[in-house]
């Protein structure tokens, strides 16, 4: 009996044959086959630099792939991609560096769809803002639509990207990490998106180095290892610990790290207060110890880390170094006083990104590394950079390449790598691994832990928990500007630390 | 009037910076704040809002333009053998012509930036050289006054005569300034190619991935600032009534610097035209008062450098702060 051809089961979202991507030296992808089903959550998972980022740009026409390629999208096969293409084939992207601009409205970055083509049409802000506020809604999140982009926080912008992707009818949707620097609500309205899109038969390819995320939304992980695949799997039976396993080829054990702080007092906060951020804040911080500071974003976590730092002066209370107040007027006072601070936003805060890697890693010890007369001296230079570069695993061509071309995990360890270089007294670790797959976390943890046991006093803040769990000594909970609780790892539930704060 | 502050802080403080140095000027000087004092200001600077708006879709783009104002000299030579030719000609085929010259040398620009991937700053330097040159070469430096009489005399829009006898006139350029300021805000503001525009210059890689075409992003920037640049050659003469080789080069700077200190960035993607006629308003307002009081002409360069550093440098204050925080 002959098919009926209207039944025919609707042809793949996409398929990609033998893809291959050399930059230069570094093969970016190699082989790579990738499929995925109409109206699938597909999850595509590697460690940092696997090439992720890389296949979305060979598939929306941002990179051409090296020869041999067959790429087909909705059924058709094409040779070559353009930007233009792929978004009239349905496709949308959640770039991993947003990819906003900065200086228009956010009604304009999220309808900016609607602004495209080459032929001039007359714009209606009024239906710019209605497009905008439409595609807000759907994440029920509200945003001020007149504000400048530039002028919001990381994490706002991210959902502004977000947004964006959700005003084109695409049928395809790319998503880079889009929940690096969200906060639980946020992802969870996220990933409500996502299961609607996918009930209404939109594919979801979503990237995330978060695991748990990544086998709650997806029904099948496409795994990625130095550009080579290594497999398309079920997420079915899957668990966290064997999918990282497939994504570096080998196992980490994950147990709680705390012990007794042995060392002398080297930070105490005491009733430390600035308006409309934190409130009445009191702690004491270790040398060798790891302290960790929790809560959703927006507790003041962020806000508290830069007063520590000297970039805003809080209002009330003191801060004392080795048992001697501090008056920081300025981040570099508090470089000059042994202070160091990895930020959360590594695009704006953290990096020069046309410069190259070896700058930026000693961008902060400029003065360490130079000879006779104060000109540099490249062997210093060469050797500090070759030291951090090797101890963070970091995954480069060459050092003398700009930061931009590095994967996003690599960038934030290079921003890890400047500072270690200044060889602190005391570490702040504002979300150090937003965007750091399983692997490069471990190291870095494996790293922190190695220099508190050399004596350094180091402040973690993460509003991930288990990440200050497993490494801490000890976990401050912050919520609505304060200090509102004090948890032992190791006479706590992983289950009841995240329930209070998750709450 | 929040949003305003709020989309514009930069013109609104040029705004309320004008008011006071006018008022300023006024008490004073009794001269300056009369009919034919402010007429003649409109008349003597149309031209350089003309060039000022051209210039601003070079630098939203992220781009830069050194070398319009040899440009305009160039239209003009061209403008004055093209018109021989055909026999005479009248205002339409003059604006035709200018424009299409002028839009031809911006696309010489644009060329030359997107084909060869150098940065404009180079490529317009050179393109200023060459203009130049070739104009000095084949002019032989040579003035013409043997205009077509509809190019030289002037047009007197509107004059009225004041109680002292002496005259108050706008003429044709103040017009076509008007025009002009209006065109570029209709395609900067309101058209989807000037908001791309905007896009491209605040971020070009976020731009290409969304497919927006940098050549025709280039094209378009330079070639109204070409085609501005030609415009603003044609009504040069109206103030002038000659063509002279040498008589434009130099402006430029002057003009980047008023559309500068009105809000555009370089580095692209900000930039109005309202900040771009009280930047030049502000740099004329403060030569033509220092004028007044009888300052000598050497110092207005100065004053007007250290009025574009306090300009720039105050840029971080943001009006629109204190009114939020007042909100609150
Ligand atoms: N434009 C470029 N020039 C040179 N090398 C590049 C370029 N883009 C990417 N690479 C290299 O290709 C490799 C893959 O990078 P890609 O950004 O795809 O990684 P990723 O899997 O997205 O990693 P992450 O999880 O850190 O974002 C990296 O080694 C990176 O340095
Ligand atoms: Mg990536």
């Given amino acids: 009996m002959p098919r009926d051809p209207a039944s025919a089961a609707p042809p793949d979202a996409l398929r990609l044959r033998g893809i291959r991507k050399v930059f230069g030296g570094v093969t970016a992808l190699d082989a790579v086959d990738f499929g995925v089903g109409a109206g699938e959550v597909h999850c595509l998972a590697g460690e940092n630099g696997s090439g992720k980022s890389t296949l979305i740009k060979i598939v929306t026409g941002v990179y051409q792939p090296d020869p041999g390629a067959g790429i087909e999208i909705f059924g058709q096969t094409h040779t070559q991609i353009t930007p233009t293409l792929a978004r009239k084939a349905g496709i949308a992207v959640i770039w991993q560096d947003l990819a906003l601009f900065p200086e228009m409205t956010v009604a304009e970055n999220i309808a900016f769809e609607t602004l495209l083509g080459n032929r001039p049409r007359w714009v209606s802000y009024a239906r710019l803002r209605d497009t905008a506020r439409a595609a807000l809604a759907r994440l029920d999140i509200d945003l001020d639509l007149e504000a400048r982009l530039g002028d919001l926080p990381i994490a706002q912008r991210q959902i502004v990207a977000i947004a964006r992707a959700l005003v084109s009818d695409a049928r395809l949707i790319f998503m880079d990490e889009p929940t690096a620097s969200l906060t639980q609500s946020e992802t969870d309205a996220l990933l409500a998106v996502v299961r609607t899109l996918s009930d209404r038969g939109v594919a979801v390819v979503f990237v995330s180095h978060r695991l748990a995320e990544v086998l709650e939304i997806a029904a099948r992980v496409t795994v990625l290892r130095d550009g080579r695949l290594v497999g398309v799997y079920p997420t079915e039976g899957m668990t966290q610990s064997r999918l990282s396993e497939l994504m570096t080829g080998t196992s980490f054990a994950q147990a709680v790290t705390a012990r007794d702080a042995a060392g002398p007092e080297v930070l105490r906060i005491e009733n430390l207060s600035r308006a409309g951020e934190y409130d009445d804040i009191?702690?004491?911080?270790?040398?060798?110890?790891?302290?960790?500071?929790?809560?959703?974003?927006?507790?003041?976590?962020?806000?508290?880390?830069?007063?520590?730092?000297?970039?805003t002066r809080p209002d009330r209370g003191r801060i004392l170094l080795n048992g001697e107040g501090l008056q920081l007027r300025s981040n570099r006072d508090a470089v000059a006083q042994g202070i160091a601070y990895v930020s959360e936003d590594r695009l704006a805060l953290g990096l020069i990104q046309p410069q190259s890697i070896a700058d930026n890693a000693v961008l902060s010890v400029l003065k360490r590394i130079s000879g006779a007369g104060g000109l540099l001296s490249a062997q210093k230079k060469e050797a500090t950079v070759s030291h951090w570069l090797r101890e963070l695993a970091v995954k480069i061509g060459l050092p003398e390449d700009p930061v931009s071309t590095l994967s996003g995990g690599n960038q934030q360890r290079v921003v890890l790598a400047k500072w270690l270089a200044t060889e602190p007294k005391v570490l702040l670790l504002d979300c150090p691994t937003v965007g750091v797959d399983v692997g490069a976390r471990a190291g870095i943890f494996r790293i922190v832990r190695q220099l508190a046991d050399r004596g350094l006093a180091i402040l973690l803040v993460s509003d991930e928990v288990p990440e200050v769990f497993l490494n801490a000594d000890r976990v401050l909970h912050m919520a609505g500007g304060r200090i509102i609780h004090q948890w032992d790892p190791r006479q706590t539930r992983l289950q009841d630390m995240e329930a209070a704060v998750y709450a | 009037?929040?949003?305003?502050?709020?989309?514009?802080?930069?013109?609104?403080?040029?705004?309320?910076?004008?008011?006071?140095?006018?008022?300023?000027?006024?008490?004073?000087?009794?001269?300056?704040?009369?009919?034919?004092?402010?007429?003649?200001?409109?008349?003597?600077?149309?031209?350089?809002?003309?060039?000022?708006?051209?210039?601003?879709?070079?630098?939203?783009?992220?781009?830069?333009?050194?070398?319009?104002?040899?440009?305009?000299?160039?239209?003009?030579?061209?403008?004055?053998?093209?018109?021989?030719?055909?026999?005479?000609?009248?205002?339409?085929?003059?604006?035709?012509?200018?424009?299409?010259?002028?839009?031809?040398?911006?696309?010489?620009?644009?060329?030359?930036?997107?084909?060869?991937?150098?940065?404009?700053?180079?490529?317009?330097?050179?393109?200023?050289?060459?203009?130049?040159?070739?104009?000095?070469?084949?002019?032989?430096?040579?003035?013409?006054?043997?205009?077509?009489?509809?190019?030289?005399?002037?047009v007197i829009l509107w004059e009225y005569q004041t109680?002292?006898?002496t005259w108050a006139e706008l003429i044709l350029p103040v017009a076509v300034m008007a025009a002009a300021m209006f065109a570029t805000w209709a395609l900067i503001r309101r058209t989807t190619t000037g908001r791309q525009l905007y896009a491209f210059g605040d971020n070009p890689e976020g731009a290409r991935r969304a497919g927006i075409s940098i050549g025709r992003m280039q094209a378009i920037a330079f070639g109204w600032s070409g085609m501005m640049a030609g415009i603003a050659g044609l009504m040069q003469t109206q103030i002038t009534k000659e063509v002279v080789p040498n008589a434009l080069i130099g402006r430029e700077l002057e003009v980047l610097a008023a559309v500068v200190l009105g809000g555009a960035r370089l580095g692209g993607g900000r930039g109005s035209v309202l900040g771009c006629f009280l930047g030049v308003l502000l740099v004329a307002v403060t030569q033509n008062g220092l004028n007044l009081l009888g300052v000598s002409p050497y110092a207005f360069k100065m004053v007007v450098g250290i009025i574009i550093l306090l300009a720039i440098s105050t840029s971080n204050l943001d009006p629109s702060r204190l009114f939020r925080g007042a909100a609150r």
């Fill in chain 1, 282 to 311: 009191s702690f004491t911080l270790h040398a060798g110890e790891v302290l960790g500071l929790t809560g959703l974003i927006g507790a003041g976590r962020t806000e508290l880390c830069h007063s520590l730092f000297g970039m």
């Fill in chain 2, 1 to 154: 009037m929040h949003s305003f502050l709020r989309a514009y802080p930069t013109e609104a403080k040029l705004f309320v910076v004008l008011i006071l140095i006018s008022t300023g000027l006024s008490l004073a000087s009794p001269d300056f704040l009369t009919l034919v004092n402010v007429t003649s200001l409109l008349n003597n600077n149309a031209v350089n809002v003309i060039w000022a708006v051209g210039l601003l879709v070079v630098l939203i783009a992220g781009g830069i333009d050194i070398s319009f104002a040899v440009a305009a000299s160039v239209v003009q030579y061209l403008c004055v053998y093209a018109f021989a030719a055909i026999g005479g000609g009248n205002w339409a085929i003059g604006f035709l012509f200018a424009g299409t010259f002028g839009l031809a040398l911006g696309l010489i620009n644009a060329f030359l930036i997107h084909q060869f991937r150098i940065i404009s700053i180079v490529v317009t330097i050179s393109t200023f050289n060459a203009f130049f040159g070739l104009l000095m070469f084949f002019s032989s430096g040579r003035f013409l006054y043997n205009l077509p009489s509809w190019w030289s005399s002037r």
């Fill in chain 2, 163 to 165: 109680a002292s006898g």
